[in-house]
């Protein structure tokens, strides 16, 4: 199979603009999938018994298949960006809870205790402790999150909202794999580079892991 390089060349600007169109269409919901678990997350571990039926209905919603999720959106929403993120943010909760429910687990209760005997409250001692802490099973869940939703949001195309999507199904219209290839290197490129950005933010976000490694 030869490449065209030249058409390569010449479609340079509508590959980044595809490609750029495709990473806010993946990692917007992801975002918003965060903002969701992270208080779901803090609930289901002040109340226990609320963190099965919180499980049980995320991955309801990441059983159901995402262009059956697409036709029921798109009768409130329309052919827009809305009807593919709305159905990604649903599929990132399925991974997104249960990594803050276990980050947020991992925080032992000696660590606890020290905190509240120094005169930290609840609110304090989630915001300063406990979620530092938790960072990097979250950020676990978010990399795995994020890889999904940049490989799903090409299927967005089908209702004509999915950046890249768009040269893979057009590459297959016209029987030019050129464009196929070229599309689906670049989700690949994406997912890795964007999984890189999450394990550098990760580090950023817990120093005290690397002065651990340096002393090791």
């Known amino acids: 199979m030869e490449i065209d ?9 509508s590959l980044r603009e595809h ?7 993946a990692l917007l919901p992801v975002l918003f999938g965060l903002l969701i678990s992270l208080p779901v ?3 289901c571990r002040r109340w226990r018994w609320l963190y099965p039926p919180a499980l049980t209905i995320a991955n309801v919603f990441y059983a159901i298949p995402s262009l059956a999720l697409f036709m029921i959106f798109i009768q409130y929403t329309g052919l827009t960006a809305s009807t593919v993120m709305i159905p990604l943010t649903l599929y990132s909760l399925s991974v997104l809870v249960p990594n803050v429910v276990d980050g ?13 005997a120094m005169g930290f409250g609840p609110l304090r001692r989630l915001l300063r402790v406990e979620l530092p ?14 890889v999904s939703s940049i490989s799903l949001v090409a299927v967005g195309q089908l209702i004509g909202q999915g950046g890249l999507g768009y040269d893979i199904i057009r590459g297959y219209q016209l029987s ?5 290839i070229a599309a689906t290197v670049l989700i690949v490129a994406l997912a890795l580079i964007t999984d890189a950005v999450l394990v550098a933010v990760q580090r950023l976000l817990t120093p005290w892991a690397r002065a651990r490694g340096r002393a090791t």
């Open 104 to 116: 947020l687990a991992s925080v032992s209760e000696p660590v606890r205790q020290a905190a509240t």
């Open 41 to 43: 997350g803090v609930l």
């Open 19 to 25: 490609a750029l169109v495709h990473l806010r269409l």
């Open 133 to 146: 802490i938790a960072v990097p099973i979250v950020i676990a869940g978010t990399r795995v999150a994020a």
């Open 5 to 13: 390089w030249d058409w390569i060349a010449r479609n340079a600007g």
């Open 176 to 180: 030019f794999p050129t464009q196929i």
